[in-house]
């Protein structure tokens, strides 16, 4: 919908004489019904007065379309300000226009996010360009009249009171967001570059025409959005549906299409923690959009979308498909059926009204189901970790009937998380009194748990297990309070017994934190680590949960002030006290609960409480695998000074013949699936390096990669360039591979993968076929310390032989 449109002649007269603001204040009325804030009002004067100054200009076509205040369609995206036209091809133009009032602004270090004052105070809000850049993507891919009319878009903001030369804002930090949509600041100077912008762009006016034709056009995904969505989930071992997983999939995808016919369908889709609900929603949210439907995943936590967008692409800037991913709380005013699909994930997180302050909206599910043909909701019950929880299965079920919808259930059941272990689960609950099982003792021979004696020992672990894959992470319950959201300096959690101190993850990183290298010793929260995994979990568990007896107390006085999972529980005591002291039990149990099993691989806890540790290590047997490396066992190596001169010319691209003069060099730190289609890798991404030595022959799949330790100096010195090759043929047996393992590290690198000589020894089966019965990666060095990595039948399946090694360039 479009609040305002005129060709610029006409929008000049209502500016100079018709006061503009109130025009688009009647017009706003007539179509919407409702009317908009003093502010809002001032806003239109004061910013579309600097426009009519832009536009004021013979070098603007007279009959360029002007429309102001464009409403996105299936979004809650509003445009300020369009111009339309023609290029000087004869193309259809649109320039998009971010208008702000603002004067100041602050750099933050979240990607495209500034801080901005306003009347109550100042608040993060997205870059200028950003935001305007954002509604074009969300344009180009979902509009068909600009994907299939060739509808050329060109954001840009407009910062009419901001003075140059404004270095927050045009940090370089931000210089991805203005170079792809620049910015225009105060001054006569700025608003020359603004229109000498408008005229490279607009040559011919088309009387609205692009417009109008936006305004009409189908919302439906561009097959590109859909082809590019299919290939950021090809070969991304993070979401490979297995088992159950799969049916789950399938079954979402028979009910999405039968609500295409009219009949409206909702999914219930229950599993406990590592049963797969994200894998599964992320897999919908790209299917749905292949298939030409309008789809979003929506979670109520920031950190989940944000690191699945991030995982998604690659990439943790604001992308394409950052609209794809939504809050919860934003579908107050959509219409009935806006979207084909919305893919619920946390759906237990839900609440009843949305808004900061809670007040607006009828009741999140209500506004889900009605906002789509087709709605699934992925639920765990005990995830409820607040009094304002309210998703569960009987809610939804109940306002499915209001709309007619039919209801089906399904549930996720297979254990990918904890090791795959039911058992380590069943025994949380039950030494967290959440349900009563049959697993009183945990067997750490299958998973890696351990109670700590300290908060340093915790912090210690974590961080070396981190240096293996960036996926180990501490977090706590809310005993403590968030000093540093006012003073960067400060520090949260402080043990003075025990000389530690750390921070809340919430202020650098923010949702992010899970998947930033730097975070590692910051401690994260519920709501940042909730429907997420890392291998290694470091649990800190407070003062509101302790053991007595053999009997779990929950202590909800003991929560810090700041804590707004439990706000609203004294009132709800003084009218209901047994009510209010069954939910924050479960609330407190359920926090825990979640939080111990965010690992994959292992859980670490420290306890404030004594007894409360003795209840847990006492309660736990066995030892862990002698098989998988300790950590870290040797350190380090340092670079020789050497290392810098590489034996390989950086040719510029425009050189480069790919495997012919060139080969890739890549760090051996990169993701997993890359080598694999190393004839598909990005030229962009990488330096092509030709050898220095012409007597080198290089071919196809070949790559130069650097390997850093002594472990097999006798053959490749530490920092050597090397040449490698992909999909090596032949027998492996005593060649020097490069490997790559999940659940092991190397001794020296602490990565995941290893350079090493092969050996296998096989055994026969009776069908006459052959398996390994065991994989010896050994090294070769002069240093007798080194041992071999040696693994068996059970261990294999997580190693892949990556390379082989060719030659160490001289």
Same mark, same amino acid.
């Given at each position: 919908?479009?609040?305002?449109?005129?060709?610029?002649?006409?929008?000049?007269?209502?500016?100079?004489? #018709?006061?503009?603001?109130?025009?688009?204040?009647?017009?706003?009325?007539?179509?919407?019904?409702?009317?908009?804030?003093?502010?809002?009002?001032?806003?239109?004067?004061?910013?579309?007065?600097?426009?009519?100054?832009?536009? &004021?200009?013979?070098?603007?076509?007279?009959?360029?379309?002007?429309?102001?205040?464009?409403?996105?369609?299936?979004?809650?995206?509003? !445009?300020?300000?369009? *111009?339309?036209?023609?290029?000087?091809?004869?193309?259809?133009?649109?320039?998009?226009?971010?208008?702000?009032?603002?004067?100041?602004?602050?750099?933050?270090?979240?990607?495209?996010?500034?801080?901005?004052?306003?009347?109550?105070?100042?608040?993060?809000?997205?870059?200028?360009?950003?935001?305007?850049?954002?509604?074009?993507? *969300?344009?180009?891919?979902? #509009?068909?009249?600009?994907?299939?009319?060739?509808? @050329?878009?060109?954001?840009?903001?407009?910062?009419?009171?901001?003075?140059?030369?404004?270095?927050?804002?045009?940090?370089?930090?931000? $210089?991805?967001?203005?170079?792809?949509?620049?910015?225009?600041?105060?001054?006569?100077?700025?608003? @020359?570059?603004?229109?000498?912008?408008?005229?490279?762009?607009?040559?011919?006016?088309?009387?609205?025409?692009?417009?109008?034709?936006?305004?009409?056009?189908?919302?439906?995904?561009?097959?590109?959005?859909?082809?590019?969505?299919?290939?950021?989930?090809?070969?991304?071992?993070?979401?490979?549906?297995?088992?159950?997983?799969?049916?789950?999939?399938?079954?979402?995808?028979?009910?999405?299409?039968?609500? @295409? &016919?009219?009949?409206?369908? !909702?999914?219930?889709?229950?599993?406990?923690?590592?049963?797969?609900?994200?894998?599964?929603?992320?897999?919908?949210?790209?299917?749905?959009?292949?298939?030409?439907?309008?789809?979003?995943?929506?979670?109520?936590?920031?950190?989940?979308?944000?690191?699945?967008?991030?995982?998604?692409?690659?990439?943790?800037?604001?992308?394409?498909?950052?609209?794809?991913?939504?809050?919860?709380?934003?579908?107050?005013?959509?219409?009935?059926?806006?979207?084909?699909?919305?893919?619920?994930?946390?759906?237990? %997180?839900? #609440?009843?009204?949305?808004?900061?302050?809670?007040?607006?909206?009828?009741?999140?599910?209500?506004?889900?189901?009605?906002?789509?043909?087709?709605?699934?909701?992925?639920?765990?019950?005990?995830?409820?970790?607040?009094?304002?929880?309210?998703?569960? $299965?009987?809610?939804?079920?109940?306002?499915?009937?209001?709309?007619?919808?039919?209801?089906?259930?399904?549930?996720?059941?297979?254990?990918?998380?904890?090791?795959?272990?039911?058992?380590?689960?069943?025994?949380?609950?039950?030494?967290?009194?959440?349900?009563?099982?049959?697993?009183?003792?945990?067997?750490?021979?299958?998973?890696?748990?351990?109670?700590?004696?300290?908060?340093?020992?915790?912090?210690?672990?974590?961080?070396?297990?981190?240096?293996?894959? &960036?996926?180990?992470?501490?977090?706590?319950?809310?005993?403590?309070?968030?000093?540093?959201?006012?003073?960067?300096?400060?520090?949260?959690?402080?043990?003075?017994?025990?000389?530690?101190?750390?921070?809340?993850?919430?202020?650098? &990183?923010?949702?992010?934190?899970?998947?930033?290298?730097?975070?590692?010793?910051?401690?994260?929260?519920?709501?940042?680590?909730?429907?997420?995994?890392?291998?290694?979990?470091?649990?800190?568990?407070?003062?509101?949960?302790? !053991?007595?007896?053999? @009997?779990?107390?929950? $202590?909800?006085?003991?929560?810090?002030?700041?804590?707004?999972?439990?706000?609203?529980?004294?009132?709800?005591?003084?009218?209901?006290?047994?009510?209010?002291?069954?939910?924050?039990?479960?609330?407190?149990?359920?926090?825990?609960?979640?939080?111990?099993?965010?690992?994959?691989?292992?859980?670490?806890?420290?306890?404030?409480?004594?007894?409360?540790?003795?209840?847990?290590?006492?309660?736990?047997?066995?030892?862990?695998?002698?098989?998988?490396?300790?950590?870290?066992?040797?350190?380090?190596?340092?670079?020789?000074?050497?290392?810098?001169?590489?034996?390989?010319?950086?040719?510029?691209?425009?050189?480069?013949?790919?495997? %012919?003069?060139?080969?890739?060099?890549?760090?051996?730190?990169?993701?997993?699936?890359?080598?694999?289609?190393?004839?598909? *890798?990005?030229?962009?991404?990488?330096?092509?390096?030709?050898?220095?030595?012409?007597?080198?022959?290089?071919?196809?799949?070949?790559?130069?990669?650097?390997?850093?330790?002594?472990?097999?100096?006798?053959?490749?010195? #530490?920092?050597?360039?090397?040449?490698?090759?992909?999909?090596?043929?032949?027998?492996?047996?005593?060649?020097?591979?490069?490997?790559?393992?999940?659940?092991?590290?190397?001794?020296?690198?602490?990565?995941?993968?290893?350079?090493?000589?092969?050996?296998?020894?096989?055994?026969?089966?009776?069908?006459?076929?052959?398996?390994?019965?065991?994989?010896?990666?050994?090294?070769?060095?002069?240093?007798?310390?080194?041992?071999?990595?040696?693994?068996?039948?059970?261990?294999?399946?997580?190693?892949?032989?990556?390379?082989?090694?060719?030659?160490?360039?001289?």
């Amino acid at each position: 919908m479009i609040i305002y449109q005129a060709e610029k002649q006409q929008f000049l007269t209502d500016v100079f004489q #018709n006061d503009i603001e109130e025009v688009v204040l009647d017009q706003y009325r007539r179509r919407t019904g409702g009317s908009v804030s003093k502010s809002q009002v001032q806003a239109w004067a004061s910013s579309l007065a600097y426009m009519g100054k832009v536009l &004021n200009d013979d070098g603007v076509p007279d009959d360029c379309g002007v429309a102001i205040e464009y409403t996105i369609p299936q979004s809650a995206k509003r !445009v300020d300000f369009l *111009l339309t036209g023609k290029t000087a091809d004869e193309r259809s133009c649109m320039i998009i226009v971010e208008l702000k009032q603002w004067s100041s602004a602050r750099k933050t270090d979240k990607d495209a996010v500034v801080w901005a004052r306003f009347a109550h105070g100042e608040t993060e809000v997205s870059h200028p360009s950003y935001q305007a850049w954002s509604y074009a993507a *969300l344009l180009q891919g979902f #509009n068909e009249a600009v994907y299939e009319g060739g509808i @050329q878009l060109v954001p840009c903001a407009y910062l009419h009171n901001y003075p140059p030369p404004a270095d927050a804002i045009t940090h370089d930090f931000y $210089r991805h967001h203005v170079e792809r949509a620049p910015l225009f600041l105060e001054g006569a100077d700025e608003r @020359q570059r603004l229109r000498d912008f408008i005229r490279q762009h607009v040559r011919q006016g088309d009387k609205g025409h692009a417009l109008y034709e936006v305004e009409k056009g189908r919302i439906r995904p561009s097959k590109s959005l859909a082809d590019g969505l299919l290939g950021m989930l090809k070969g991304n071992e993070e979401f490979v549906l297995l088992d159950d997983q799969k049916l789950v999939f399938e079954a979402a995808m028979k009910q999405a299409r039968k609500a @295409q &016919n009219g009949e409206k369908q !909702v999914l219930i889709v229950e599993g406990g923690p590592g049963t797969g609900k994200s894998v599964v929603a992320v897999h919908l949210l790209v299917a749905l959009t292949g298939a030409g439907l309008v789809a979003k995943y929506v979670t109520k936590n920031a950190a989940p979308r944000a690191v699945f967008e991030a995982r998604l692409t690659g990439s943790m800037k604001k992308t394409e498909i950052s609209h794809m991913f939504s809050g919860s709380g934003a579908f107050t005013e959509t219409k009935p059926d806006a979207f084909d699909g919305l893919v619920v994930d946390e759906a237990h %997180r839900l #609440n009843e009204k949305s808004g900061l302050y809670g007040n607006l909206g009828d009741h999140q599910v209500k506004e889900l189901i009605r906002a789509a043909r087709f709605t699934v909701f992925f639920l765990d019950e005990a995830q409820k970790v607040t009094l304002k929880d309210v998703g569960d $299965r009987e809610t939804i079920k109940h306002w499915a009937r209001e709309f007619g919808a039919r209801v089906k259930e399904a549930s996720l059941a297979s254990q990918f998380r904890c090791n795959g272990s039911d058992g380590y689960l069943a025994w949380v609950d039950r030494n967290l009194q959440v349900r009563e099982t049959a697993n009183p003792d945990l067997d750490v021979a299958e998973f890696d748990f351990r109670v700590v004696a300290s908060p340093v020992e915790l912090r210690n672990l974590i961080i070396e297990r981190n240096k293996e894959r &960036n996926r180990a992470r501490m977090v706590a319950g809310y005993c403590w309070g968030w000093p540093s959201k006012k003073d960067p300096a400060a520090y949260d959690i402080v043990m003075p017994d025990h000389d530690f101190k750390a921070r809340w993850n919430l202020t650098q &990183n923010g949702s992010l934190w899970i998947v930033s290298p730097e975070s590692v010793s910051e401690v994260g929260c519920i709501h940042t680590c909730q429907g997420l995994e890392v291998d290694y979990v470091g649990v800190i568990i407070g003062d509101d949960l302790i !053991v007595r007896n053999g @009997q779990v107390i929950t $202590r909800p006085e003991k929560r810090a002030k700041s804590d707004k999972t439990i706000r609203g529980l004294k009132s709800m005591a003084e009218c209901d006290p047994v009510n209010a002291s069954r939910q924050a039990d479960a609330i407190i149990k359920n926090t825990y609960r979640t939080l111990m099993t965010r690992g994959m691989k292992g859980c670490y806890v420290y306890c404030t409480d004594g007894e409360t540790a003795e209840h847990f290590r006492q309660r736990i047997r066995g030892t862990r695998p002698t098989q998988i490396l300790p950590i870290r066992t040797l350190p380090i190596p340092a670079l020789p000074d050497a290392a810098n001169d590489r034996p390989f010319r950086v040719l510029p691209m425009g050189e480069v013949v790919r495997f %012919r003069n060139a080969v890739p060099v890549i760090p051996l730190k990169i993701a997993a699936g890359t080598f694999s289609s190393i004839q598909s *890798l990005d030229d962009n991404d990488l330096e092509w390096g030709a050898p220095v030595d012409d007597e080198v022959s290089i071919g196809p799949d070949m790559f130069i990669a650097q390997v850093i330790g002594e472990s097999m100096n006798r053959t490749i010195p #530490n920092g050597a360039w090397c040449l490698f090759r992909t999909k090596p043929q032949g027998t492996r047996q005593g060649k020097i591979v490069l490997a790559q393992h999940r659940d092991i590290s190397d001794p020296e690198t602490g990565g995941s993968f290893t350079v090493k000589v092969y050996s296998s020894e096989k055994q026969v089966g009776p069908d006459g076929g052959w398996t390994h019965r065991r994989v010896v990666l050994s090294p070769k060095s002069h240093d007798a310390t080194y041992q071999p990595i040696i693994l068996d039948e059970s261990a294999q399946g997580t190693v892949s032989i990556v390379a082989e090694f060719i030659d160490v360039l001289a």
